[in-house]
C-alpha cells in the first residue's frame, strides 16, 4: 500500500477576489475538490506549484492588541507563513487591533 499525500488544507478556507483559488492553502477549486480521487503525482504537482507560489511573510514588530506588548510577526511557520498558524484557527481574536503576541494568542486559543 502506498502511502497517501496529506491534503495542504490549512483549515482557513476563503476564495480569493477571482472566486478560483482558497488563500489558505492556494488550491484551485479543482484541486480542492479532487483531491481526494488525485493521483500521487496529480496531488505531487499541485504541491510544488503552491510551494512556488509561497513567499516568505516580511519580519513585522507589532504590538499586542490585547496586552500591549511588542512582539515580531512573520516567522517561525512551518509552511511559510506566520508563527501563529501552528495554533487552531479563532474565528475572532477579539483583540481590536491586528495581531495577538504568542502568549495572548494561545491563552486565548485554550479558552475556546
Known amino acids: 500500500m502506498t502511502e497517501d ?4 488544507c490549512v483549515k482557513q478556507c476563503r476564495l480569493d477576489a477571482s472566486g478560483r483559488y482558497c488563500t489558505g492553502c492556494l488550491r484551485t477549486l479543482a484541486e480542492i475538490s479532487g483531491w481526494g480521487s ?8 499541485a504541491l510544488q506549484r ?3 507560489l509561497r513567499q516568505p511573510l516580511p519580519l513585522r ?3 499586542c492588541g490585547r496586552c500591549g506588548q511588542p512582539f515580531h510577526c512573520g516567522t ?5 507563513g506566520c508563527w501563529c498558524m501552528a495554533l487552531p484557527p479563532l474565528a475572532s481574536a477579539d483583540s ?4 495577538l503576541c ?10 475556546r
Open 96 to 99: 481590536g487591533g491586528d495581531c
Open 76 to 80: 517561525g511557520g512551518d509552511k511559510g
Open 5 to 8: 499525500i496529506a491534503s495542504p
Open 61 to 63: 514588530e507589532l504590538n
Open 38 to 45: 488525485a493521483s500521487k503525482a496529480e496531488k505531487q504537482a
Open 102 to 111: 504568542p502568549a495572548c494568542l494561545q491563552q486565548l486559543a485554550a479558552t
Open 50 to 52: 503552491i510551494a512556488s
